[in-house]
Nanobody, 123 residues
């Protein structure tokens, strides 16, 4: 059974850092492109970052460039999202998703989804 599990969320103050993890089971994550998305209350789920299956193509939403870093550890079958200089506007439920597509920026590009982890940034 394919399963993606996010972890690492929590309550932090503006300017702090968090590291989110997306651990996969039931699939070899090195063969999949992974995306991070987030959804705030009352808003649509939005793209945050993606790393393709080769690891050589990485993209970020403009508002997180220079602050967030996506990476993968294929030996651990895990993708990470390092979040630095957090702002209150980063508050959302963060989801990871995976698909065999080369590169994806839309929710509809991804087949497998985790249940999300809450990130709350207070000012």
């Amino acid at each position: 059974q394919v399963r993606l599990v996010e972890s690492g969320g929590g309550l932090v103050q503006a300017g702090d850092s968090l590291r989110l993890s997306c651990a996969a089971s039931g699939l070899t994550l090195s063969r999949y492109t992974v995306g991070w998305f987030r959804q705030a209350p009352g808003k649509e789920r939005e793209f945050v970052a993606t790393i393709n299956w080769s690891g050589g193509d990485i993209h970020y939403q403009d508002s997180v460039k220079g602050r967030f870093t996506i990476s993968r550890d294929n030996a651990e079958n895990t993708v990470y999202l390092q979040m630095d200089s957090l702002r209150s506007e980063d508050t959302a439920v963060y989801y990871c998703a995976a698909d065999s597509i080369y590169l994806g920026f839309r929710t509809t590009d991804y087949t497998y989804w985790g249940q999300g982890t809450q990130v709350t940034v207070s000012s």
